[in-house]
């Protein structure tokens, strides 16, 4: 699509830079100050992303596909612009965990543009990028960082050193170290992630918050709960200056900082952390996301290390019915929420009902994680526990 105009160009500056309901403001009154279809397509694709950035998803769709569909009566059938739609598309499918949906329009952009772009285009490693994600979403994280790899070995040849898209890459390329248990490779990559935000993002930006999440949830799962608290804490102030009150990102922070609580025994925080996530999330995601079920088995973690194992059970067991509805059936997180059962049950002296679980929960990280991941080795020595108590009865 042409550059149409430079008010168009200021109001991408303002999405870059974070300033949301200016952007939103802008495209709108450029909307209504033209007919021009290809004007139309682009302000519609611009007010897509603003409510993407907003977290409402839905309206997203909306706007995106009213782009698409002008894209394609002006457009020939494998432009650029009409794979950006699709791939927008797909992001906004991926946040409202609609996997499948997701995947189809991201490969559809990649397609589209593998037959257009030059080898080593941004956009094609965007793409590479965006169907990896989904891949480490869906637990298969082989194929995931494999994607990823590709994607930033483009991007090195065709974007200057701090570009932020390398700083993504770096960051997604962590979430798989991090899903497979590599916390200390996972850590030096979401550092450099960090490090290149800085010199090319404003203070405020949420990127900026994103890093310093990301080392926080790494620094708890590796026992450094100071470093972790300070880094999630830095992270929702950067949020709350940036995103509506109830955006997924500000929940999915309290809920880390929740987790860091859980760990250093002080549960009273953790659960107040656990239930204002788990508010905003009802208030902007559909019922059964991964991201409200994920939110249902912290509080339930908190309730029985409180030996509220009733209440505890009810959160797990509502984790679990999400997550059946939703995910894959060999995805860890439904490993997650058997082993959670599981370790309850143990603590209930129910020891036949914790092998079960904690063996059903090995049967299915035995399909997606690497042998000596921790999470193999934590419900291994479960399963020994509980064999050794059920042998002395």
């Excluded at 993002?201 to 918050?209: E, I, K, M, Q, V």
């Excluded at 939110?295 to 309730?303: A, D, F, K, L, M």
Aim: overall charge negative; hydrophobic content about 30%; charged content about 20%.
């Amino acid at each position: 699509m042409q550059e149409c105009n430079g008010w168009h160009r200021i109001g991408r500056l303002l999405i870059q830079v974070g300033s949301l309901e200016k952007a939103e403001e802008l495209y709108t009154t450029l909307i209504s100050q033209t007919a021009n279809d290809g004007e139309l397509a682009t302000y519609n694709h611009q007010l897509g992303l603003v409510k993407d950035s907003q977290g409402e998803y839905i309206e997203a769709l909306i706007f995106y596909q009213k782009s698409l569909d002008m894209k394609k009566k002006i457009l020939p059938a494998n432009h650029p612009d009409v794979a950006t739609s699709y791939n927008d598309i797909g992001n906004a499918y991926d946040r409202m965990g609609d996997y499948s949906k997701a995947l189809s329009s991201y490969e559809i952009a990649l397609d589209m543009r593998e037959k257009t772009l030059p080898a080593n285009h941004p956009d094609l490693a965007t793409s590479y990028k965006n169907i990896a994600f989904v891949c480490d979403q869906m637990g298969e994280y082989s194929k995931a960082l494999s994607s990823y790899e590709t994607a930033l070995d483009m991007e090195k040849k065709s974007l200057p050193a701090n570009h932020p898209d390398l700083a993504l890459s770096y960051n997604n390329i962590s979430h798989v170290y991090y899903h497979m248990g590599e916390y200390s490779k996972a850590l030096s990559s979401y550092e450099t992630g960090l490090n290149i935000r800085k010199k090319s993002r404003p203070a405020n930006h949420p990127d900026l918050a994103c890093s310093y999440g990301n080392i926080g949830i790494v620094c708890d799962q590796m026992g450094e709960y100071s470093k972790a608290l300070s880094s999630l804490e830095t992270a929702l102030g950067i949020y709350k200056k940036t995103l509506p009150a109830n955006h997924p990102d500000v929940a999915t922070c309290y809920g880390y900082i929740g987790l860091v609580y859980d760990h250093m025994g002080e549960y009273s925080k953790a659960l107040c952390s656990h239930e204002t996530a788990l508010d905003m999330y009802k208030k902007t995601l559909p019922a059964n996301h991964p991201d409200v079920a994920t939110c249902y088995g912290y509080i339930g973690n908190v309730y029985d290390h409180m030996g509220e194992y009733s209440k505890a059970l009810s959160s797990y067991e509502t984790a679990l019915d999400m997550r059946k509805k939703t995910l894959p059936a060999n995805h860890p997180d439904l490993a997650t929420s058997y082993n959670d059962i599981g370790n309850l049950y143990l603590h209930t002296g129910e020891c036949s009902k914790a092998l079960s679980s904690y063996e059903t929960a090995l049967g299915i990280w035995k399909q997606t994680l690497p042998a000596n991941h921790p999470h193999m080795c934590m419900v291994r020595e479960s399963i020994d526990a509980v064999k050794k108590k059920l042998s002395t009865k």
